[in-house]
């Protein structure tokens, strides 16, 4: 299936830092998408991305879609302990809901 | 409003045995997907559902799963027989009417299952 390259893998931060991870894949996406997953829990939605070059905030969060569609960053500013849980992309090819894609995560530690 | 539920939240069953994942879609949904994570593959979709009726199953893995939703409150993810492969955690999603769109999906906590 499709690949959704997403980096890194894992980070491991001071509280305060700000954290930058990113997605590539080889084809083009109408919909990028980042969750978020605590522990025991499923992905709960952060931000959706519907053009390319946008740009969209969510409290301290902001994702962009890339202008090649091939690809999108996440951005957490001033992190706190919260923030801890794995991060995932997913994009979307098309405008039904079965063709989409998502990335392995990024697993973030914050330590206080 | 309660959410997906899942049930069970955890499952250990030995190969061979048949293994049945049930989920509650929000009241109001009308689509319903099931998904697989695990370490080495991420979030899989395997099947979902417009309606009480199964619309994409290209992700189930083989015959020895099934999936059915005998109406808009009930779904049941079978495995039989189950296999030490098939450990992971089932997801189980609903999202409202309207074009089926991903960002719309509201996740349950997950059925964490282990086959020995």
């Known amino acids: 299936g499709q690949q959704l390259n997403q980096s890194p893998q894992s980070m491991f931060i001071q509280e305060g830092e700000d954290v930058s991870m990113n997605c590539t894949s080889s084809?083009?996406?109408?919909?990028w998408l980042w969750y978020k997953q605590d522990p025991g829990e499923g992905p709960v939605l952060l931000i959706a991305?519907?053009?390319?070059?946008e740009l969209t905030s969510n409290g301290r969060l902001t994702a962009q879609f890339g202008i090649t569609r091939k690809d999108s960053f996440l951005n957490i500013s001033a992190s706190i302990p919260s923030d801890v849980g794995i991060y995932f992309c997913a994009g979307q090819i098309g405008g039904t809901g079965n063709q989409f894609y998502f990335g392995t995560g990024t697993s973030l530690t914050v330590i206080p | 409003d309660a959410g997906v539920i899942q049930s069970p939240r955890h499952e250990v069953t030995e190969m061979g045995q048949e293994v049945t994942l049930r989920c509650k879609p929000i009241?109001?949904?009308?689509?319903l997907f099931w998904y697989r994570q695990t370490m080495m593959r991420g979030l899989e979709l395997l099947i979902y559902f417009n309606n009480n009726v199964p619309i994409d199953d290209s992700g189930m893995p083989e015959d020895r799963f099934s999936a059915k939703m005998p109406n808009a409150s009930f779904s049941t993810l079978k495995i039989q027989p189950s296999e030490p492969r098939d450990s992971a955690v089932y997801f189980c999603?609903?999202?409202?009417?309207?074009?089926?769109?991903?960002?719309?999906?509201?996740f349950g906590p997950g059925t964490r299952l282990t086959v020995l």
């Open positions: 084809s083009i996406f109408n919909t």
């Open positions: 991305l519907y053009k390319a070059g």
């Open positions: 999603a609903s999202s409202p009417p309207g074009r089926v769109r991903t960002d719309t999906q509201y």
């Open positions: 009241s109001g949904h009308n689509s």
